[in-house]
């Protein structure tokens, strides 16, 4: 019943809601609405513009790897503010689109061009159907979930590529998907699964098919041209955590993380009995992975890129199910994660439609040649299609660059943090497949019980040039355009200091609704009577250190 009422709201509400919600993302920049995003993703990237360099570790999480702050960077350097921050996000999620395209285009051939769109048309609709991807097409600014699930696939794309070309561009082919890998390997550490699994995939290709003269030059020419870029990219994060810290990961950070894979869960009834609602699809998704693997062996694979395909797949769900904190957040509840899983299941999507058309199309064969011969009267020649082909690129270059400069000239930046409304980031749960867990609820019933506060305004309009320590609020919505303000969060700090101009402090905790000892920032500073409240309301204090003519009253 669920399922129905899920499905008759889905496909009145698809035409429109993901293309308006689309369309504001672009012309109104972004709404933010992931606390990460504001937590640490865009802090982090501040931090890196502010000290000039990348080796500043004074945020939260700031010694994960930062390559998609380099990504938010491009948008926050030339203008000193986030106006192109959802234009970025837009193309990552367009180049996501192009991959799969072509993963659709050479997992298998296509008869006609037009069967392939058809082909995509119908991955958008499962892929669109699917929350966690609706969520992170329409609302994943300044995160790294699409960041990584584009590098993952174009590196397998381009992976794939290598396996089937002639000798001559071998190691072109190699080379970029090393490149693509390492980007995917600096913005988050699981995408050495997928590295571990390729590589072992290349030896066993070469030692089957090669002599071992040839496989040696052959192992060199992948260490040469595949692991050298990938450790040179993504390696610099990693040693500079080492130098820093000592450690690549700090200790707590490592054990909380492992402690919340999903291997771990994966046969813990109490586990499934926290997310009833959800518990069938990690069983399903096992049951699906057992099928592929046997698959190659019960029925012959007729392409080999088929077979690459399945090959990722079966290696996407086991990196899924040993990546940390799969089964829970940062903040050590057990929570569902399944955009840690995003080049998997957008994998696993490209091949149901694959195996489809191969094994079960069979069965339609008098259909499909109907089809075909419709689809015959519609196929475009070479000629014209170059023309259409270079007609569509030049006028998505247009649109693209008109909307930039558009967009850029006419942004202002906002008073407060853009999209939050509230301090606590408003949820947005999209139409559904599963209904939300009693956890989602119980966080939902609290961010819809506190009122609106103004702080992040209040900070933008009274706080310039400062250097605020920051306990438990968006260090984004305090920085203040054009990133005057310092912000520092309670995160390695050796002793307590006293050169904060301010301290923010959150009074009630958005997981639990409890609240807070408003007395505890007392123990970050030396000298706890050199500041006084500025501003407080019934989420949020503030305290500014003296001496100040006046004081803020309370709204």
Same mark, same amino acid.
């Given at each position: ?207 089957? =098919?090669?002599?071992?003269? =040839? ?10 041209? +595949? ?52 518990? +069938? /699809? ?31 797949? /079966? ?104 999209? +939050? ?83 923010? /402090? ?50």
């Amino acid at each position: 019943m669920a399922t129905c009422t899920w499905i008759s709201l889905l496909v009145p509400a698809l035409p429109h809601k993901p293309i308006a919600q689309l369309y504001k993302q672009v012309t109104l920049v972004h709404p933010l609405r992931t606390y990460d995003a504001g937590d640490y993703h865009l802090p982090n990237a501040i931090g890196y513009l502010q000290s000039h360099g990348l080796w500043k570790l004074s945020n939260q999480y700031s010694q994960y790897p930062g390559g998609n702050e380099l990504i938010n960077l491009w948008s926050l350097v030339p203008l000193q503010h986030d106006g192109v921050l959802g234009l970025t996000t837009f193309a990552l999620n367009l180049g996501l689109l192009v991959v799969v395209l072509l993963l659709l285009r050479d997992s298998q051939p296509w008869k006609y061009s037009f069967s392939l769109y058809l082909g995509f048309l119908l991955f958008l609709l499962l892929y669109f159907c699917v929350p966690t991807f609706l969520f992170c097409f329409l609302y994943d600014v300044g995160r790294n979930d699409v960041t990584i699930t584009y590098w993952v696939l174009m590196g397998f794309w381009t992976w794939m590529v290598f396996m089937r070309t002639k000798k001559a561009a071998k190691s072109f082919w190699l080379l970029w998907s090393g490149i693509n890998f390492g980007c995917a390997l600096g913005v988050k550490p699981y995408a050495f699964y997928y590295i571990i699994g390729l590589g072992l995939l290349t030896i066993f290709h070469y030692i089957k =098919a090669s002599g071992r003269s =040839a496989l040696l030059k052959q192992l060199r020419e992948v260490l040469l041209f +595949w692991l050298l870029p990938i450790i040179t990219i993504s390696s610099f994060w990693y040693l500079r955590n080492f130098y820093l810290l000592g450690t690549v990961f700090e200790k707590d950070i490592l054990e909380l993380g492992s402690s919340l894979m999903l291997a771990k869960h994966l046969f813990n009834p109490s586990y499934y009995e926290h997310h009833y609602s959800r518990s +069938w /699809v990690i069983p399903v998704l096992l049951l699906m992975n057992v099928i592929l693997v046997v698959l190659p062996f019960l029925s012959k694979v007729r392409y080999r890129n088929t077979y690459f395909l399945i090959c990722f797949n /079966v290696l996407g769900f086991l990196a899924w199910l040993l990546t940390p904190f799969g089964a829970g957040s940062g903040t050590g509840l057990l929570s569902f994660q399944l955009r840690l899983a995003g080049p998997y299941l957008v994998g696993l999507i490209i091949l149901l439609i694959c195996l489809s058309r191969q094994f079960i199309g069979q069965l339609l064969s008098k259909l499909r040649e109907t089809s075909d011969q419709f689809l015959s009267t519609l196929h475009c020649q070479l000629p014209l299609r170059r023309y259409l082909t270079f007609t569509l690129v030049s006028s998505s270059f247009a649109i693209w660059t008109g909307i930039l400069f558009g967009q850029t000239l006419a942004y202002q930046p906002p008073k407060g943090l853009p999209g +939050w409304e509230k301090v606590f980031p408003s949820p947005v749960f999209p139409i559904t497949l599963f209904p939300a867990s009693n956890q989602a609820k119980k966080i939902l019933t609290i961010y819809e019980s506190t009122k609106e506060s103004s702080i992040y305004k209040w900070v933008h309009e009274n706080i310039h040039d400062s250097r605020i320590l920051n306990l438990g609020l968006a260090s984004y919505g305090l920085v203040n355009f054009p990133f005057s303000n310092e912000v520092i969060v309670p995160y390695r700090i050796p002793e307590a200091r006293d050169d904060y101009d301010y301290i923010t /402090v959150l009074l009630r905790d958005p997981y639990s609704g409890t609240h807070y000892d408003p007395e505890r920032w007392k123990s970050f500073v030396k000298n706890p009577q050199m500041y006084r409240p500025v501003f407080r309301d019934h989420l949020v204090l503030v305290l500014a250190k003296q001496p100040l003519q006046n004081s803020i009253p309370s709204p």
